[in-house]
């Protein structure tokens, strides 16, 4: 996997600093957070668990393209 986010240019390797999201990266995560907390909170304003809401809001996201 990190070598297809290497190469799709969403994370950077520099030696002695590590892996890095680049700005596309960060783009994309902040897409896949956003979609996260608002399938969460719809789950719990209709009474879902908080535990469970973000259980299933996680299921789901490997259901939706994200970006």
């Known amino acids: 996997m990190l ?3 290497l190469e799709s240019k969403h994370l ?9 999201l680049t700005t596309e990266g960060i783009e994309v995560a902040e ?3 956003e979609k996260h907390t608002t399938l969460s909170e719809f789950f719990k304003m209709i009474g879902v668990d908080e535990d469970i809401a973000n259980i299933d809001a996680e ?6 393209r994200c970006y």
């Open 12 to 20: 950077k390797y520099e030696k002695c600093r590590g892996i890095n």
């Open 59 to 64: 299921g789901i996201e490997h259901h939706i």
């Open 3 to 5: 070598r297809r986010l």
């Open 31 to 33: 897409n896949i957070q």
